[in-house]
């Protein structure tokens, strides 16, 4: 008897939102410590459905953190230029450049997620949702860039050390640099994981990294109220360091997502949902890729009739239970094919 393959492509508008705060705890062999300095700088998007399962909500809500985060920024950014023009401090105008710098990083994001609102072309016929990829990528190489610079910054005060004038109003002016870039990082991360924005995520790490090289100017003051005027520059040396190295959580899991990886967890929903649909006898060929914050994949199934009717059925149900499972999922495939049968033997 002939094998009949019959694809089947639903693409269901659905306007659910889903707002799921992940707050798990991370095993890591070194113990709580090392679990909370991962998740501090390298959280998770958690490639998860319980994302907002609405591609122009889920936009609107990127545009939205991107704005508010910058003008934030921004602020910060204004406040310690006072400070500067009152304080004379080299390291501080450093850091002031640098936050400046990163303000202008939100530009980028705000571009990706306004080009992911438009439709598919026939040339770009996913739409344009890779641009929050190339975003979180243009990103990361910003960062890279900045613990550099901070790098060059601290190695140059160590060789030709300079005296750091008014202290006090140095302190203020690293703590102001922390909490705007702190609020800004707590934003980001949070409206990225809520839209399953790892470009989003990114930039709210880069946000918090930005805070704690901040962080240096407050405690090199205090180095210098202690009588060791080199204290500015070894923090912010380490501190460089801290960033490159922490800066690598991020590029794998903006890498992942320009190789088009997923979490296994979302391979098993679906394959579970796929097993338990009437009808389905064994799931193979499964694929699932991100574009953008949403997803698309497709899957073959192996069904016990070659009828097509009844083929065709099995296969709008087992779509039905892949939705319930990925509720932000856009276009699924699903090939349903007979099992193949064993020839008799005399």
């Not at 080299?90 to 571009?111: M, R, Y």
């Not at 399953?196 to 990114?202: E, I, N």
């Amino acid at each position: 008897m002939a094998e009949h393959e019959h694809s089947h492509e639903h693409e269901h508008s659905h306007e659910h939102e889903h707002e799921h705060e992940h707050e798990h705890e991370h095993g890591h062999p070194n113990g709580r410590v090392k679990a909370w300095l991962y998740d501090l700088f390298v959280p998770h998007t958690h490639d998860s459905a319980d994302s907002v399962d609405d591609a122009l909500e889920a936009s609107t809500a990127g545009i939205r953190a991107v704005k508010i985060s910058l003008f934030v920024l921004l602020a910060t950014t204004v406040l310690q230029a006072v400070l500067v023009v009152a304080t004379g401090s080299v390291a501080l105008l450093a850091d002031t450049i640098h936050n400046f710098a990163d303000a202008l990083t939100a530009v980028p994001l705000w571009i990706a997620f306004v080009l992911g609102r438009r439709v598919a072309t026939r040339r770009h016929t996913f739409g344009f949702g890779r641009a929050e990829d190339l975003a979180g990528l243009f990103i990361v190489i910003v960062v890279a860039l900045s613990a550099v610079v901070a790098g060059w910054e601290a190695v140059d005060r160590l060789v030709h050390p300079q005296p750091v004038q008014a202290p006090w109003l140095l302190v203020l002016a690293g703590v102001v640099g922390f909490a705007g870039n702190e609020v800004v990082a707590i934003y980001r991360i949070r409206v990225g994981r809520r839209i399953g924005s790892a470009a989003l995520v990114a930039d709210g790490v880069h946000a918090r990294l930005d805070g704690f090289t901040s962080l240096s100017v407050v405690l090199g003051a205090v180095g210098v109220l202690l009588g060791f005027p080199l204290a500015d520059p070894i923090i912010g040396l380490l501190i460089a360091v801290s960033i490159m190295i922490l800066l690598w959580g991020t590029v794998k899991s903006v890498g992942a997502r320009l190789m088009d990886a997923v979490d296994p967890d979302l391979l098993d929903r679906v394959e579970h949902a796929l097993e338990h649909a009437a009808g389905v006898v064994a799931v193979r060929d499964l694929r699932l890729r991100w574009i953008g914050h949403r997803l698309t994949g497709s899957a073959t199934v192996e069904v016990a009739t070659d009828d097509l009717v009844v083929t065709s059925g099995i296969a709008d149900h087992a779509c039905l239970h892949v939705r319930g499972a990925l509720p932000n999922l856009d276009a699924f495939t699903i090939t349903p094919v007979p099992v193949a049968r064993v020839a008799p033997q005399d």
